[in-house]
């Protein structure tokens, strides 16, 4: 699940794992789609990821190099 709020973006995602991870990433590489064209892209995410015991919570903007 994703929701947008103006240009920073909330992710909630499942994982296999039950540890406790903080990761502050300036450069993290994530996969996009285009809803108009439904394909796949890579771009850079900077943000908070926190990875709790089978779940993963994303909190930040995404970005392409040009």
Do not use: Q
């Amino acid at each position: 699940m994703t929701k947008s709020f103006g240009e920073y973006y909330l992710s909630l995602d499942l994982r296999n794992g039950v540890g406790l991870d903080l990761e502050f990433a300036d450069s993290r590489p994530v996969w996009i789609s285009n809803s108009e064209t439904g394909g796949l892209a890579t771009a850079s995410f900077e943000g908070t990821v926190l990875m709790l015991p089978f779940m993963i919570i994303t909190l930040g903007k995404i970005w392409m190099d040009d």
